[in-house]
């Protein structure tokens, strides 16, 4: 039996159905969007005739669906996009410019550390969904797939054989956690 929507939260600071879906939409989006932007740096740096534009332009390509069906979830649920959106604006395009700047292997150490840390986030928040949400779980564990399929083509293109590889895994991977935390908030 689904719950009721007005439900109240279990215990004080607990979010309702309505708070933890606009929240999960805001922080999909923002992800998204952050995705988008990491592979359009990348692509930036690597130019049309690199041997990884085309893989990495079939990644940006699924990052521009989930990132348009979290523009219609968005708008069709009355969720509130993430007000630092400009931020997200620079700071993937930032992300993905830089560490292709590296080489070839940091771009695909930040792929790798990136999708590592969604793959986790989405099966969480499949996790927390209830039956009556079975349609957007559905679409989470697709997106969730597709993002494992991103993270298996760059640990095959190198990325564990990148110089530095640990430190900048974990750095990407702690700067993900934490705009996911903002994001779901701001």
């Not at 740096?45 to 990644?59: L, N, R």
Request: glycine residues 6%; proline residues 5%; charged residues 30%.
């Amino acid at each position: 039996m689904p719950k009721p929507t007005n439900q109240k939260p279990p215990y004080p600071g607990a979010l309702n159905k309505e708070q933890m879906i606009d929240r999960f939409l805001r922080v999909d989006h923002a992800g998204e969007y952050g995705a988008v932007r990491i592979y359009q740096g990348q692509l930036a740096i690597m130019g049309d005739k690199h041997p990884m534009s085309d893989t990495i332009k079939h990644m940006k390509e699924q990052e521009d669906v989930h990132l348009e069906r979290f523009n219609d979830l968005i708008r069709d649920r009355g969720a509130r996009p993430s007000l630092l959106t400009p931020f997200w604006h620079v700071a993937g395009f930032a992300l993905g410019a830089g560490t292709a700047l590296l080489g070839e292997k940091a771009a695909m150490v930040c792929t790798e550390a990136v999708e590592t840390v969604i793959d986790d986030h989405y099966a969480d928040q499949i996790e927390q969904l209830d039956e009556d949400e079975n349609t957007l779980a559905d679409e989470l564990e697709k997106f969730r797939l597709e993002e494992v399929e991103h993270r298996e083509i760059a640990v095959d293109h190198g990325a564990h054989e990148a110089p530095g590889y640990t430190i900048l895994s974990n750095l990407i991977k702690f700067g993900c956690k934490t705009v996911i935390k903002v994001a779901e908030r701001v």
